[in-house]
């Protein structure tokens, strides 16, 4: 192909952090905000241009493929490429980076760190999303790592610290899991390259030769828990109440809208059609374990009174729909799995600007000490309706599409299990519209009424906010439109699945 | 017919959009422009409705551009479109014509309201989405429409939720109803198992050529009777309706009584096929007891607006009786004049409750008849015509069809409902004869009360006149519309729709006349320290009915208490076991590393610091990155990485 475009795309963002840290430092806070800002508007445009890229390519497989010996010892190349998957998690990415860019604005502390920290963020997470090489695949998922660790340990809540290394460590210990099981493979079979192992297992129906079931299991189990605490999934879930508290706003809004949605990738890029036969088996357990983590994290949320940790159960509780429709290897728990992610990577950054909008007026997260702001901040209160009932499943809005499409595809391969995890419906019901009652609705207390320190959203916040909601509500109405970009892929991936899996 | 039936739907549709986007800035706060788009869906289900009796429907299999392709997955295609036949003309009309008149009340009833706009921009989209819910071709956009109803039903009963009971009530509602919902999901999940499709067309040529097996059909039924349930408030998830009242009255008139909670009886009534003879019998025993339950409680209140609540719960459970009987068209012909005289009698309260300054306690009330002549009138034709007062009103009628059908299935049903029909007349006599009849209990009360303004007692007129002639065949309401839809949904020889025998309606009258007469002697001719006395022996069971007996205490303490509980259970579990248990090993590695890694802690620390210093060039943050406890942590981390990478190279 000779084009250079996956590079370019992953090249912005880091030559902008790069540029950030040559401001000079006394105007450092404005230049390194607008530096970010067109760095991600810069970032948003070439994404655009890889999806045209992506749909103009013809004849399946990934496009845009850029391809060259790296390492030559341990057979390590720089293998680049896209399929529908990673293109929508591409403009995923990017969009809700632009959003989380503008969050970004009022980061006082240390901007030039910040920036840079947020921008290096942005080119880990790009790559993550078109590397073919499981060596650079992990080599940009660490890279995503170091970034989000300083953002939350420096620039977070009073335990930023705690919850920094918390973070750090526990996706650490998943990536070690997900080396040996890589390394592993490399060891068998001399290949980092994702497509040539599918090719292989298509070839032989699975890995590692005759007889290694065993292997397989042990090697899925190593991927499938790495990707699981991204994810995450109970019981892997208990960093991410933590570092969403202490993480400031607008990384609050990647870490969910984007960081979990690397765990579903995962799954769909190697986990799934690396062991197929591994993924069937332990089909049960998967489902078992989403079940644990939608109805369970909806239960503790329910409990929260801190309305930014209420969020975050609530990303536990909707993540677990990505599991639960994977593991039904069905198409329309496929789709609705990854249509999940999409939905989820837009309502929680918008529910976590919410909580920002508020944090930022009131210095405090107490949701018992809310009450009326819909009266006080109109505008406000509407949005943050929106983004509640977005969340909670409402028709006409995407986490609807998500979960219906989910749920009907899971209970075609386990009934019994599906009908247990529509309860978290109602629980997840329940403590949004107790949240929405304490925040918004009701009598407002005086402080609340005072216009001077809680005026309504300001235009910038509107920017963050408004085409958030313009894309829910879009993926709400016309769902072909964001579906259509993955499903052909998505797929081909889940037939390929089925057809090994499908073998005794 | 579809440009027809997207004019229905899209007309106050985009009401909304305008109404929320420029309501508060238009003249009148544009309360004439939700009145003219509700006016031209009106109309619009006029001409459907025209089509219809001559004979025409909308077949989205057959008319091209009737219906899309959605979503696909795999080789399955989720197509969705708009379905019009006989059973939708008729909803389209009610829900229509109901939804104008709440409009043109509402814009006189809710006069100076700071919120004005936003009530009728909130009409506006619940009429939208009911009407997507009745023209849905399949279950899913069914169910889409279900939802968002629920929603605006939320935001309307929540309407004043600057106090806390609207917003409690509004809660509860949604959440009630959700739980309802859980059987709508299931039998989307059970059906689209089998038939990998929605549309009720494909839905019921799989239950009757038998590709969906009977086991499936009830189980599926069973899910969409428990969403029905939870809609239209019947037992046990009755609970909401009653406290669903603190919203507007004109919103209690259009939602809760006329259209949304009808949207259950709609339901089943449209996927009937479905339905087998078990599940059918679940039916009727659920609109049995409901019916007689709500009957009781609604003796003993004494809000004006908890009456007639409690009562339109007992009548659906009316409907649900019938359609347990396969009296399918009875049932549904009752939803039709039930929603004319409830909407009447809603709004007539709404009219007695505005000139009385917002009180609502009958015991305060009295001898309004006197100084509200047209709203008394009205409000007496609504009562007979609930009461079903035979040969004149619409409700005599359509309950006689219900009962004949339940006669049929069996006497037993029969007489469950015929006591409901006595209970009925009776309360609704007690209510009639506390706000209308006697002295005025209240003098301030009555001295501040007048007649409505014209917006409001000509929408009275109006359904007045409809709850009698309702009952008639005008236009071949019956014979060209339900009817060919009932043979259509019913398998042939189930169905007894307008078969009137004899001993029924000579019972259905008796019935109805004692309840009223008995109601008349009690509270218009006996003095009130007789009737306390004569209630005395019964005070036990009064005080029961007046506590609904106690069905909020039990849900709190049964369904609330335990599931709060069990949060903060579970959030304590996963403070301290799950995330108790992530520490413990964090604490054990660290110190593991402390005592091995010295030597590698001190290189490793200053590749941290170097990086550190290179990346955070003009960050503060440093110096506190420096604090010992973190650094461990870096190193510890730092090592595994370090690990990993020699491993890596062997």
Same mark, same amino acid.
């Given at each position: 192909?000779?084009?250079? *475009? /996956?590079? &370019? @795309?992953?090249?912005?963002? #880091?030559? %902008? =952090? !790069?540029?950030?840290?040559?401001?000079? $430092?006394?105007?450092?806070?404005?230049?390194?905000?607008?530096?970010?800002?067109?760095?991600?508007?810069?970032?948003?445009?070439?994404?655009?241009?890889?999806?045209?890229?992506?749909?103009?390519?013809?004849?399946?497989?990934?496009?845009?493929?850029?391809?060259?010996?790296?390492?030559?010892?341990?057979?390590?190349?720089?293998?680049?490429?896209?399929?529908?998957?990673?293109?929508? *998690? /591409?403009? &995923? @990415?990017?969009?809700?980076? #632009?959003? %989380? =860019? !503008?969050?970004?604005?009022?980061?006082? $502390?240390?901007?030039?760190?910040?920036?840079?920290?947020?921008?290096?963020?942005?080119?880990?997470?790009?790559?993550?999303?078109?590397?073919?090489?499981?060596?650079?695949?992990?080599?940009?998922?660490?890279?995503?790592?170091?970034?989000?660790?300083?953002?939350?340990?420096?620039?977070?809540?009073?335990?930023?610290?705690?919850?920094?290394?918390?973070?750090?460590?526990?996706?650490?210990?998943?990536?070690?899991?997900?080396?040996?099981?890589?390394?592993?493979?490399?060891?068998?079979?001399?290949?980092?390259?994702?497509?040539?192992?599918?090719?292989?297992?298509?070839?032989?129906?699975?890995?590692?030769?005759?007889?290694?079931?065993?292997?397989?299991?042990?090697?899925?189990?190593?991927?499938?828990?790495?990707?699981?605490?991204?994810?995450?999934?109970?019981?892997?879930?208990?960093?991410?109440?933590?570092?969403?508290?202490?993480?400031?706003?607008?990384?609050?809004?990647?870490?969910?809208?984007?960081?979990?949605?690397?765990?579903?990738?995962?799954?769909?890029?190697?986990?799934?059609?690396?062991?197929?036969?591994?993924?069937?088996?332990?089909?049960?357990?998967?489902?078992?374990?989403?079940?644990?983590?939608?109805?369970?994290?909806?239960?503790?949320?329910?409990?929260?009174?801190?309305?930014?940790?209420?969020?975050?159960?609530?990303?536990?509780?909707?993540?677990?729909?990505?599991?639960?429709?994977?593991?039904?290897?069905?198409?329309?728990?496929?789709?609705?799995?990854?249509?999940?992610?999409?939905?989820?990577?837009?309502?929680?950054?918008?529910?976590?600007?919410?909580?920002?909008?508020?944090?930022?007026?009131?210095?405090?997260?107490?949701?018992?000490?809310?009450?009326?702001?819909?009266?006080?901040?109109?505008?406000?209160?509407?949005?943050?309706?929106?983004?509640?009932?977005?969340?909670?499943?409402?028709?006409?809005?995407?986490?609807?599409?998500?979960?219906?499409?989910?749920?009907?595809?899971?209970?075609?391969?386990?009934?019994?299990?599906?009908?247990?995890?529509?309860?978290?419906?109602?629980?997840?019901?329940?403590?949004?519209?107790?949240?929405?009652?304490?925040?918004?609705?009701?009598?407002?207390?005086?402080?609340?009424?005072?216009?001077?320190?809680?005026?309504?959203?300001?235009?910038?916040?509107?920017?963050?906010?408004?085409?958030?909601?313009?894309?829910?509500?879009?993926?709400?109405?016309?769902?072909?439109?964001?579906?259509?970009?993955?499903?052909?892929?998505?797929?081909?991936?889940?037939?390929?699945?089925?057809?090994?899996?499908?073998?005794? | 017919?579809?440009?027809?039936?997207?004019?229905?739907?899209?007309?106050?549709?985009?009401?909304?959009?305008?109404?929320?986007?420029?309501?508060?800035?238009?003249?009148?706060?544009?309360?004439?422009?939700?009145?003219?788009?509700?006016?031209?869906?009106?109309?619009?289900?006029?001409?459907?409705?025209?089509?219809?009796?001559?004979?025409?429907?909308?077949?989205?299999?057959?008319?091209?551009?009737?219906?899309?392709?959605?979503?696909?997955?795999?080789?399955?295609?989720?197509?969705?479109?708009?379905?019009?036949?006989?059973?939708?003309?008729?909803?389209?009309?009610?829900?229509?014509?109901?939804?104008?008149?709440?409009?043109?009340?509402?814009?006189?009833?809710?006069?100076?309201?700071?919120?004005?706009?936003?009530?009728?921009?909130?009409?506006?989209?619940?009429?939208?989405?009911?009407?997507?819910?009745?023209?849905?071709?399949?279950?899913?956009?069914?169910?889409?429409?279900?939802?968002?109803?629920?929603?605006?039903?939320?935001?309307?009963?929540?309407?004043?939720?600057?106090?806390?009971?609207?917003?409690?009530?509004?809660?509860?509602?949604?959440?009630?109803?959700?739980?309802?919902?859980?059987?709508?999901?299931?039998?989307?999940?059970?059906?689209?198992?089998?038939?990998?499709?929605?549309?009720?067309?494909?839905?019921?040529?799989?239950?009757?050529?038998?590709?969906?097996?009977?086991?499936?059909?009830?189980?599926?039924?069973?899910?969409?009777?428990?969403?029905?349930?939870?809609?239209?408030?019947?037992?046990?998830?009755?609970?909401?309706?009653?406290?669903?009242?603190?919203?507007?009255?004109?919103?209690?008139?259009?939602?809760?009584?006329?259209?949304?909670?009808?949207?259950?009886?709609?339901?089943?009534?449209?996927?009937?096929?479905?339905?087998?003879?078990?599940?059918?019998?679940?039916?009727?025993?659920?609109?049995?007891?409901?019916?007689?339950?709500?009957?009781?409680?609604?003796?003993?209140?004494?809000?004006?607006?908890?009456?007639?609540?409690?009562?339109?719960?007992?009548?659906?459970?009316?409907?649900?009786?019938?359609?347990?009987?396969?009296?399918?068209?009875?049932?549904?012909?009752?939803?039709?004049?039930?929603?004319?005289?409830?909407?009447?009698?809603?709004?007539?309260?709404?009219?007695?409750?505005?000139?009385?300054?917002?009180?609502?306690?009958?015991?305060?009330?009295?001898?309004?008849?006197?100084?509200?002549?047209?709203?008394?009138?009205?409000?007496?034709?609504?009562?007979?015509?609930?009461?079903?007062?035979?040969?004149?009103?619409?409700?005599?009628?359509?309950?006689?069809?219900?009962?004949?059908?339940?006669?049929?299935?069996?006497?037993?049903?029969?007489?469950?409902?015929?006591?409901?029909?006595?209970?009925?007349?009776?309360?609704?006599?007690?209510?009639?004869?506390?706000?209308?009849?006697?002295?005025?209990?209240?003098?301030?009360?009555?001295?501040?009360?007048?007649?409505?303004?014209?917006?409001?007692?000509?929408?009275?007129?109006?359904?007045?006149?409809?709850?009698?002639?309702?009952?008639?065949?005008?236009?071949?309401?019956?014979?060209?519309?339900?009817?060919?839809?009932?043979?259509?949904?019913?398998?042939?020889?189930?169905?007894?729709?307008?078969?009137?025998?004899?001993?029924?309606?000579?019972?259905?009258?008796?019935?109805?006349?004692?309840?009223?007469?008995?109601?008349?002697?009690?509270?218009?001719?006996?003095?009130?320290?007789?009737?306390?006395?004569?209630?005395?022996?019964?005070?036990?069971?009064?005080?029961?009915?007046?506590?609904?007996?106690?069905?909020?205490?039990?849900?709190?303490?049964?369904?609330?208490?335990?599931?709060?509980?069990?949060?903060?259970?579970?959030?304590?579990?996963?403070?301290?076991?799950?995330?108790?248990?992530?520490?413990?090993?964090?604490?054990?590695?660290?110190?593991?590393?402390?005592?091995?890694?010295?030597?590698?802690?001190?290189?490793?620390?200053?590749?941290?610091?170097?990086?550190?210093?290179?990346?955070?060039?003009?960050?503060?943050?440093?110096?506190?990155?420096?604090?010992?406890?973190?650094?461990?942590?870096?190193?510890?981390?730092?090592?595994?990485?370090?690990?990993?990478?020699?491993?890596?190279?062997?």
């Amino acid at each position: 192909m000779g084009s250079n *475009l /996956l590079t &370019l @795309t992953f090249l912005i963002p #880091l030559a %902008g =952090s !790069l540029l950030v840290l040559l401001v000079p $430092k006394e105007s450092a806070g404005r230049a390194c905000r607008w530096v970010n800002l067109l760095t991600s508007l810069a970032t948003f445009g070439a994404t655009l241009a890889v999806w045209s890229g992506w749909s103009k390519h013809t004849g399946g497989g990934y496009a845009l493929v850029e391809d060259a010996a790296w390492i030559k010892a341990f057979s390590i190349r720089y293998h680049l490429g896209v399929d529908g998957v990673s293109v929508a *998690l /591409l403009l &995923l @990415t990017s969009f809700v980076s #632009l959003g %989380g =860019s !503008l969050a970004s604005w009022n980061i006082e $502390k240390s901007p030039k760190g910040y920036h840079s920290m947020f921008l290096l963020l942005l080119g880990g997470m790009i790559g993550v999303f078109m590397a073919l090489d499981m060596f650079l695949f992990y080599l940009f998922w660490e890279i995503m790592l170091l970034p989000m660790y300083f953002l939350i340990g420096i620039w977070g809540g009073p335990r930023r610290q705690y919850a920094a290394i918390k973070f750090f460590l526990y996706t650490l210990a998943g990536s070690v899991l997900m080396l040996a099981a890589i390394v592993l493979i490399w060891i068998k079979h001399g290949t980092f390259q994702i497509p040539e192992i599918v090719a292989l297992v298509k070839a032989h129906g699975g890995l590692f030769g005759e007889g290694a079931e065993g292997l397989r299991i042990a090697c899925f189990i190593a991927f499938f828990v790495a990707f699981a605490i991204k994810v995450p999934s109970f019981p892997f879930h208990t960093w991410l109440p933590d570092a969403h508290v202490e993480a400031p706003t607008p990384i609050s809004m990647i870490l969910a809208g984007v960081l979990l949605k690397m765990g579903g990738y995962g799954l769909i890029r190697m986990a799934y059609p690396f062991f197929p036969t591994a993924a069937a088996t332990l089909g049960t357990t998967i489902v078992v374990i989403s079940l644990i983590s939608i109805v369970y994290a909806a239960f503790v949320a329910m409990a929260q009174t801190d309305f930014k940790k209420l969020v975050a159960y609530s990303s536990v509780s909707h993540m677990g729909f990505v599991t639960l429709g994977l593991a039904s290897l069905t198409p329309e728990g496929h789709n609705g799995a990854m249509y999940m992610m999409l939905a989820h990577g837009t309502i929680s950054p918008m529910l976590f600007m919410i909580v920002g909008v508020i944090y930022e007026r009131a210095h405090h997260r107490d949701l018992d000490r809310f009450g009326g702001l819909a009266w006080a901040m109109p505008t406000y209160g509407v949005l943050a309706a929106f983004g509640i009932f977005a969340s909670l499943g409402l028709p006409a809005l995407s986490g609807f599409i998500a979960e219906i499409t989910v749920f009907l595809g899971s209970f075609q391969s386990f009934p019994r299990l599906t009908l247990v995890a529509t309860v978290g419906m109602v629980v997840t019901a329940a403590y949004y519209l107790i949240t929405l009652q304490k925040v918004y609705l009701g009598d407002t207390p005086a402080v609340y009424r005072d216009k001077a320190h809680y005026p309504d959203v300001s235009r910038r916040e509107l920017l963050v906010l408004v085409p958030l909601a313009i894309v829910t509500l879009w993926m709400g109405i016309l769902p072909d439109g964001a579906m259509s970009i993955y499903r052909g892929d998505l797929e081909g991936i889940l037939e390929g699945v089925k057809a090994i899996a499908g073998k005794p | 017919m579809l440009t027809l039936a997207l004019v229905v739907v899209l007309a106050p549709f985009g009401g909304f959009l305008l109404q929320s986007a420029f309501g508060r800035r238009l003249p009148r706060q544009g309360d004439w422009l939700t009145i003219a788009t509700i006016g031209a869906s009106f109309a619009a289900s006029c001409a459907l409705l025209a089509k219809v009796l001559g004979g025409e429907t909308l077949d989205p299999a057959v008319v091209a551009g009737a219906r899309f392709d959605w979503l696909r997955f795999g080789d399955v295609v989720w197509r969705v479109g708009v379905k019009v036949d006989g059973l939708t003309a008729v909803m389209l009309f009610v829900v229509t014509l109901v939804a104008f008149l709440v409009h043109v009340f509402s814009s006189a009833y809710m006069k100076g309201d700071p919120k004005y706009w936003k009530f009728f921009a909130w009409l506006q989209m619940f009429s939208t989405s009911m009407l997507v819910l009745v023209l849905a071709d399949n279950l899913l956009v069914l169910f889409i429409g279900w939802e968002l109803v629920g929603l605006c039903s939320y935001k309307l009963i929540g309407f004043w939720s600057e106090k806390a009971a609207p917003g409690n009530a509004a809660r509860k509602a949604f959440i009630t109803t959700r739980i309802g919902d859980l059987g709508m999901v299931a039998a989307l999940m059970l059906v689209y198992a089998q038939t990998k499709s929605f549309a009720f067309e494909d839905m019921f040529r799989a239950a009757t050529t038998g590709s969906l097996d009977s086991q499936t059909c009830t189980w599926a039924s069973l899910g969409l009777l428990f969403a029905a349930m939870g809609k239209s408030a019947q037992f046990p998830l009755h609970v909401w309706l009653p406290d669903a009242m603190e919203g507007p009255t004109p919103v209690s008139a259009l939602i809760h009584a006329a259209t949304m909670v009808a949207a259950g009886v709609y339901l089943v009534g449209r996927c009937y096929p479905l339905f087998t003879d078990a599940s059918l019998l679940v039916v009727a025993a659920v609109g049995g007891v409901t019916a007689v339950m709500a009957g009781l409680i609604a003796l003993a209140q004494d809000d004006i607006k908890k009456v007639l609540a409690y009562s339109t719960v007992s009548q659906l459970g009316f409907m649900f009786l019938g359609l347990g009987c396969k009296a399918w068209h009875a049932a549904l012909f009752h939803l039709t004049t039930h929603a004319f005289f409830k909407a009447l009698m809603f709004l007539g309260s709404g009219s007695v409750i505005h000139a009385c300054h917002h009180e609502q306690d009958m015991r305060r009330m009295g001898g309004l008849w006197r100084k509200m002549p047209i709203t008394g009138t009205t409000f007496f034709v609504g009562v007979l015509a609930i009461a079903g007062f035979p040969f004149v009103t619409a409700g005599f009628y359509s309950k006689d069809a219900i009962l004949a059908g339940a006669w049929h299935m069996h006497p037993a049903l029969a007489w469950v409902g015929l006591g409901a029909a006595v209970l009925t007349a009776f309360y609704m006599f007690r209510l009639f004869a506390m706000t209308f009849l006697g002295k005025p209990k209240d003098e301030h009360v009555f001295e501040h009360a007048h007649e409505s303004p014209l917006p409001m007692t000509l929408p009275l007129v109006v359904l007045g006149v409809l709850s009698v002639v309702a009952g008639w065949d005008l236009v071949g309401w019956h014979t060209k519309l339900l009817e060919p839809t009932a043979a259509a949904v019913t398998s042939a020889g189930s169905v007894h729709g307008h078969e009137h025998s004899e001993v029924v309606m000579t019972l259905a009258i008796v019935a109805g006349l004692f309840g009223l007469v008995a109601g008349f002697v009690l509270f218009a001719k006996t003095s009130p320290a007789r009737v306390a006395a004569l209630k005395r022996p019964f005070a036990a069971l009064e005080r029961a009915f007046a506590r609904k007996f106690g069905f909020d205490e039990l849900y709190r303490e049964l369904v609330l208490r335990p599931a709060y509980t069990l949060a903060k259970i579970l959030s304590w579990a996963d403070a301290e076991g799950v995330d108790g248990a992530v520490n413990g090993i964090g604490r054990t590695a660290r110190s593991a590393s402390r005592g091995s890694g010295w030597a590698d802690a001190k290189v490793v620390d200053g590749a941290v610091r170097g990086t550190g210093a290179a990346v955070l060039a003009g960050g503060g943050g440093l110096s506190r990155l420096q604090s010992g406890r973190f650094r461990t942590y870096v190193a510890a981390g730092v090592v595994v990485v370090a690990t990993v990478l020699v491993v890596l190279s062997f």
